[in-house]
Each structure stands twice: as C-alpha cells, then as structure tokens.
C-alpha cells in the first residue's frame, strides 16, 4: 500500500515562496505518477500540477504555470512543488496524489498540508 504524506505549508505574505513535499512509503514511487491538487474553502478540488513517473513529463493548471515548479526525487521518494510569487489566492490545502499515470483516478492520496496567503 502506498502512503504519501505532505509537508511544507504555512503562512506566507503575497510574492513569498514555499516548497511542499510529498514523501512517499509502502511502496516505491517509480511506478507512479504524481499529481498536486488543492481544495481552497468552499471551492472544489482543482489539479494543480502533475509529474509522470520517469520526471519527463510535466503539467500545470494555467493559473500557476510560471510560478510553480513540481519535480521529484525517486531516490528519495519524494516528489516537490517549488511556488514562487504566492498570490492570496494560492491559499488551499493542497494534497498530493498517485497513479500510474497524470490522467489516472489518482487511487492514492495524502492527507494535505495547508498553504495560507496573507499579507
């Protein structure tokens, strides 16, 4: 079974940055591709970014493309999001998920780590 777990959020004044991790255990994350989703209060869930499992291929939904940067680390197990230029409306919690591919039902989820915009 695969367990990921988020770390990395908190408060941050408008144009900071922060780098979210999902670090991974159970299983190895070679196989999986992984995707960044955030919930902001009373919205739905969005896909933010998503990496396929060989880190060859990326995507971005457009309102953070430019600011933000996913990457991982298979060695490590963990995969990243570099945000850069946090806007207030970047705040949400924001989870990160797995499947063996971005299009995938994302049959793995983390619990989230809470990101606030605020000046």
């Known amino acids: 079974q695969l367990q990921l777990v988020e770390s990395g959020g908190g408060l941050v004044q408008p144009g900071g940055s922060l780098r979210l991790s999902c670090a991974a255990s159970?299983?190895?994350?070679?196989?999986?591709?992984i995707g960044w989703f955030r919930q902001a209060p009373g919205k739905e869930r969005e896909g933010v970014s998503c990496i396929s499992s060989s880190g060859d291929s990326t995507d971005y939904a457009g309102s953070v493309k430019g600011r933000f940067t996913i990457s991982r680390d298979n060695a490590k197990n963990t995969v990243y999001l570099q945000m850069n230029s946090l806007k207030l409306e970047d705040t949400a919690i924001y989870y990160c998920?797995?499947?063996?591919?971005?299009?995938?039902?994302?049959?793995?989820w983390g619990k989230g780590t809470l990101v606030t915009v605020s000046s």
């Open positions: 159970g299983l190895t994350l070679d196989y999986y591709a």
């Open positions: 998920a797995a499947d063996y591919y971005c299009k995938g039902r994302m049959h793995y």
